[in-house]
């Protein structure tokens, strides 16, 4: 039986402690079929950000690890790849790795990619969440050596589709293993399961749908959204974060979140007595979007204070989610009663535009005095017949200096050409979202059918970027820059 300890996780604000990075790298869930794509997408911001010049290798496995084909993929037109693996077979489900390597020092392991999935009517996104460890963070010691998972996305009720979780195995077998499961429902429930999980190979990819392990799953859950946490290994091989899916039964609609760090179970840095955390939620026109605030946070008992009045109440058995009434600032203040208030606490945005599609989910957590200054985001975005996008910025905190007369600098970056669309807008503009294509002139022709990706540059270092992807079946992918 696998013992579980508590972890403590790195400082956000000192996060980058992972050694000479000379490889960065992320693993995705593949799938195709004549109804589903899945794409890789990434902007060459090695060579905007510092002028490196990378090497990137790109590895397709089935599920069960074994090694389909590898191919060395450049950029030669343009500093945008939508990369698409050549599969003979016509219905695929696997993985693919993205591997960037450099002789200079990139800091961060992690590589900034994206999957953009494509069911038959849906569109969804993520950025990249699984990695293999590089050799050397295995000898140094920089990994995690238990896996504590809580899965932030909505469990889809029975009459809608199912909810699944996806992990890939490292570089070397994982030993058979128990894995733990933890449900909570709306009216702050908590059950538990145990299973043996086989073997894996180095590579595999194991799927975890959790209504097959709990008898009265759905009848727990009664129809109303509810969260699921996790408890593994993966022999300190690869970083444990997970695809969190749900799918319709037909499976023409599919949207993706990721996992994130079980902070029930781990231990993070604190922020000084009497400071607080802060969240600014979008809320799109025409669309529902609701404020998450996941269950399984650290001990204790929690509030936020939203639109200066409305107090909400929350703890590690209590998922908490709140439609906004409004499109204006909706400042969202947290704090810890009796203590001081943890670094991490998990939040996110559920945002949909029909009941007929699913609605996206994605992470967002909060911002604190903590939290690293950032003046260049980037994002994916398309405009053509199947897509568009639209873009939103906003100041990450109420008590911080905004200086909204300084202009941001955008750049559109296409597949199609080698050519950079500039201009500049004031913040203003994009508070509550525009359309990338009233933003730039004569975008459609200049993307073409691809994803191409937008820069976006300030000197107020306290913004937050947003940024969507939308089709004419109503569906909509939401996602933060990065």
Not at 311 to 323: A, D, P, Y
Not at 383 to 391: G, Q
Not at 398 to 411: M, S
Request: net charge neutral; glycine share 4%.
């Amino acid at each position: 039986m696998m013992s579980i300890s508590r972890v403590t996780l790195p400082d956000v604000a000192h996060a980058n402690t992972h050694g000479i990075i000379l490889r960065a790298s992320g693993i995705f869930y593949y799938k195709k079929n004549q109804n589903f794509k899945t794409t890789i997408s990434f902007l060459n911001y090695w060579k905007i950000k510092r002028d490196m010049p990378v090497t990137i290798i790109c590895s397709l496995r089935n599920l069960d690890g074994s090694l389909i084909s590898r191919e060395e993929i450049k950029f030669e037109n343009s500093d945008v790849i939508n990369y698409i693996p050549n599969i003979k077979e016509l219905d695929f489900e696997g993985s693919l790795e993205i591997e960037i390597f450099s002789l200079t020092d990139m800091v961060i392991p992690y590589a900034g990619v994206m999957v953009i999935y494509e069911s038959k009517f849906g569109i969804s996104m993520t950025h990249t969440y699984g990695r293999i460890y590089s050799a050397h963070e295995i000898e140094d010691g920089h990994t995690l050596s238990t896996c504590e998972e809580t899965c932030c996305h909505t469990l889809l009720p029975k009459n809608k589709g199912k909810s699944y979780a996806i992990f890939h195995n490292g570089s070397k077998i994982t030993p058979a293993q128990e894995i733990v499961l933890s449900l909570l429902n709306y009216r702050d429930e908590r059950i538990t399961t145990k299973f043996n999980l086989k073997a894996l190979n180095p590579y595999e990819t194991i799927k975890i749908v959790s209504s097959d392990y709990f008898k009265n799953y759905y009848e727990f859950l009664n129809d109303r959204p509810g969260n699921i946490s996790i408890s593994f290994s993966l022999n300190n091989t690869a970083f444990p974060r997970m695809l969190t899916v749900n799918e319709s039964f037909n499976q023409d609609d599919f949207q993706v979140n990721h996992s994130n760090f079980n902070l029930s179970k781990t231990k993070s840095q604190r922020l000084e007595s009497g400071q607080c955390g802060y969240m600014n939620p979008v809320n799109l026109n025409d669309t529902k979007s609701e404020m998450v605030i996941y269950a399984d946070s650290e001990d204790g008992e929690y509030e936020a204070i939203y639109k200066n009045k409305v107090k909400i109440n929350f703890n590690k058995n209590h998922l908490v989610s709140t439609v906004l009434d409004s499109s204006t600032d909706n400042f969202v203040k947290f704090r810890k009663i009796d203590d001081n208030l943890p670094i991490r606490i998990h939040t996110g945005m559920r945002i949909s535009k029909s009941n007929k599609r699913l609605p996206s989910e994605t992470c967002m957590g909060i911002r604190h005095a903590r939290s690293g200054a950032k003046r260049f985001h980037w994002l994916i975005v398309a405009e053509n017949k199947k897509f568009h996008s639209r873009v939103v910025v906003r100041t990450r905190t109420d008590e911080l200096e905004h200086e909204k007369n300084n202009p941001l600098v955008l750049k559109l970056y296409s597949e199609k050409k080698s050519e950079v669309k500039e201009t500049s807008i004031h913040p203003s503009e994009l508070h509550n979202g525009k359309l990338l294509s009233d933003i730039f002139q004569d975008i459609e022709g200049f993307l073409g059918d691809s994803f191409g990706w937008l820069t976006i540059f300030s000197e107020y270092k306290h913004y937050d970027v947003f940024g969507t992807i939308e089709n004419d079946c109503e569906s909509i992918a939401f996602e933060h820059s990065f």
